[in-house]
């Protein structure tokens, strides 16, 4: 059987809302559901041609619970013929997502599958899943020799192992929310939000999809939950303007008295939610819409669960070598940023051009909605590709026990 070709129509996200911040009063089913109705507000499409929706989410308890992905549909008001999945790869859910829905669609299984995710940390805390109990067991712990396999742990071995000093860290940390304050003054974020409706008894997407400029300001937010308050959350809420390594010195390591890792150089603990479209070059022109990209190549792969976050760089090498691009024909590099020695042992490795690199900010400054990051950065890459025209996107995402996952996009001509 000929292997069909996927393309994405539609990418959009909320903004990424901090902790405790204009998000954190919306249900996660509900914030989901303004980003499937986008999805049919910028394409035009009827919702009952969609066969799944393929959503990731983490932390799958409490509001996130039962099948998340089958209450957006719900919320959304989408007919209760379509059905919905949740998935969790940890870090990597919604980009495991597109991949699946990729594969249906090349496979001839589905014509038209949405893939995205969610998670809302401030109201299902990161580690509720697990609150009780060893996932791990006693052979897996005897394995690496009772190793707790935590993250911010793994981070420090990493920047031992590379030799990077805090300093080089919190620089990358700076950069990072220098280089999404641009983004956000740009405006090229704009027509990827859909600004988020808050309040006691609204929520949903405000006016037009990319009309951002009475809702844009962060801080237009009223007292989330409070009897009567209405407002809007249109921008992201992360980025801390004027951030320099002299302030983040102030900040106290996180996870070794000595160490190097501290919440300024390690990703913001964040909500939000993407969606993206995805079917065949055929069917899009059916339903009377332009691709916006190609899907190429999609890889996850296994790494040591001690270092745990550097598989980026194996499943970018392979990634590479299953499409037959070369990393100098990649434009844009989208390496997650869970904390800085992850996009930096990267880069030492691949030996990727740094100006390539998450050119508009990453998690450090924006934020890491666990469940919802993949498709995020999904999205900020594909309309950054269409912004710039550049040919290739590669999107890389590191993941909690030693996976990760990289996907390669071409722009759509």
């Not at 799958?60 to 969790?88: C, K, M």
């Not at 299984?109 to 109990?133: H, I, K, N, Y």
Request: aromatic fraction near 4%.
């Amino acid at each position: 059987m000929r292997v069909r070709e996927a393309v994405i129509v539609a990418a959009v996200r909320t903004p990424v809302g901090k902790r405790g911040g204009g998000l954190a009063g919306v249900h996660p089913a509900d914030l989901s559901a303004v980003v499937l109705r986008a999805l049919v507000e910028r394409t035009g499409i009827d919702p009952g041609v969609v066969d799944d929706v393929v959503w990731g989410c983490v932390s799958q308890v409490g509001d996130q619970s039962s099948n998340i992905g089958r209450y957006a549909v719900l919320a959304a008001g989408w007919p209760e013929s379509i059905p919905g999945t949740t998935v969790n790869r940890a870090c990597g859910s919604s980009q495991q997502a597109l991949d699946f829905a990729a594969q249906a669609v090349m496979s001839g299984q589905q014509d038209v599958v949405v893939a995205g995710g969610v998670e809302v940390m401030s109201r299902v805390p990161l580690g509720s899943a697990r609150a009780s109990g060893m996932p791990y067991g006693p052979q897996v712990l005897a394995r690496y020799d009772d190793f707790s396999f935590n993250q911010g742990v793994s981070a420090e071995l990493i920047a031992q192992k590379w030799g990077f000093t805090r300093t080089r860290l919190d620089e990358f940390a700076a950069l990072s929310h220098e280089r999404a304050a641009a983004a956000l003054d740009s405006g090229v974020l704009e027509e990827q939000i859909v600004p988020v409706g808050v309040g006691a008894e609204t929520v949903g997407a405000v006016g037009a999809v990319g009309a951002m400029g009475a809702v844009g300001a962060v801080g237009a937010v009223g007292a989330v939950g409070a009897v009567g308050a209405v407002g809007a959350v249109g921008a992201d809420e992360g980025v801390r303007r004027g951030t320099s390594v002299e302030t983040l010195a102030r900040l106290k390591p996180a996870f070794q008295d000595d160490g190097v890792i501290h919440a300024g150089n390690s990703s913001q603990i964040s909500d939000g939610a993407a969606a993206l479209l995805v079917t065949t070059p055929e069917k899009a022109r059916e339903l009377g819409l332009a691709p916006l990209v190609r899907y190429r190549a999609g890889v996850v792969i296994g790494a040591d669960p001690v270092l745990m976050l550097t598989g980026p760089i194996p499943a970018t090498g392979r990634v590479l070598r299953k499409a037959g691009v070369g990393l100098s024909e990649v434009g844009v590099f989208e390496v997650n940023e869970a904390f800085a020695p992850v996009p930096l042992a990267w880069l030492a490795e691949t030996g990727a051009d740094p100006a390539l690199l998450n050119p508009l900010g990453g998690a450090i400054a924006l934020g890491h909605p666990l469940g919802a990051s993949g498709a995020v950065l999904m999205t900020r890459m594909i309309h950054h590709m269409r912004e710039r025209g550049l040919r290739y996107g590669l999107q890389t995402m590191c993941e909690g026990g030693g996976t990760a996952n990289a996907t390669l996009i071409e722009l759509a001509s």
